[in-house]
């Protein structure tokens, strides 16, 4: 089965513009991640999707970011206005089922370079 | 939040060596996995553990869950280059949480 997909692959912008990250999960997968990977550190969980509806997104900070999965499938998620603290990786992953000891497929990541 | 603290941070070997990396927290986990991440690639599962004492084995991978469900290792026996890459643990406090990764165990092995 085809993995998850992730683009672009590489994006540098400067401070105070906009960014958006664009995933397709693997199909029939009802659950969507996006995580944030800053260099040297683990995934850090921004929003968790089950089918189009938000299950958790306490970490995600609401003033710059957005997300949206659109009819249940693909995933949009935007930086507005981007601050240099926001380099890091982005990465995108499903799961069938949404709990804890459930697979998570990842993507390759977005890496996201703000000057 | 739940804090996963791994250890060691870096570690170096040459190939035909054994390793072990640990996860520990002061938290109790109703389960844990491990995920290898290469350069450039996202994460990818190794092992999912959720009983207290369990042992997988993996070919060459050996992973123990702690009896209290608050710690994790990872045993790697005569390493081969191609395990080299970034070990990391995550867990969640029960399966209706989403999971908190560790920062990770870098890994190299050379030839």
């Known amino acids: 089965e085809a993995g998850v997909a992730q683009s672009p692959r590489y994006k540098i912008i400067e401070k105070r513009q906009s960014v958006a990250f664009w995933c397709n999960p693997i199909?029939?997968?009802?659950?969507l991640y996006w995580y944030q990977q800053i260099l040297g550190q683990g995934p850090k969980l921004l929003i968790q999707?089950?089918?189009?509806?938000?299950?958790?997104d306490s970490q995600l900070p609401k003033d710059r970011f957005s997300a949206e999965r659109l009819k249940g499938v693909d995933s949009t998620l935007k930086i507005q206005p981007a601050k240099l603290e926001d380099s890091a990786v982005y990465l995108c992953?499903?799961?069938?089922?949404?709990?804890?000891?459930?697979?998570?497929?990842f993507g390759p990541g977005t890496r996201l370079t703000v000057l | 939040t739940q804090l996963l603290e791994q250890s060691p941070q870096f570690l170096s070997i040459q190939e035909g060596e054994n390793l072990t990396v640990y996860c520990n927290s002061s938290?109790?986990?109703?389960?844990l996995q491990w995920y290898r991440q290469e350069p450039g690639e996202g994460p990818v599962l190794l092992v999912t553990?959720?009983?207290?004492?369990e042992v997988k084995k993996l070919k060459r991978l050996t992973f123990q869950f702690g009896d209290a469900r608050k710690d994790s290792s990872l045993h790697i026996t005569a390493a081969q280059p191609g395990d080299t890459g970034l070990y990391l643990c995550?867990?969640?406090?029960?399966?209706?949480?989403?999971?908190?990764f560790g920062k990770g165990t870098s890994l190299l092995v050379t030839p």
């Open positions: 992953a499903s799961g069938r089922a949404g709990v804890s000891t459930d697979t998570q497929y």
């Open positions: 199909s029939g997968h009802a659950t």
């Open positions: 999707f089950q089918n189009n509806g938000v299950v958790d």
């Open positions: 938290s109790v986990f109703s389960s």
């Open positions: 553990v959720v009983t207290g004492g």
């Open positions: 995550a867990g969640a406090p029960n399966s209706g949480y989403a999971l908190n």
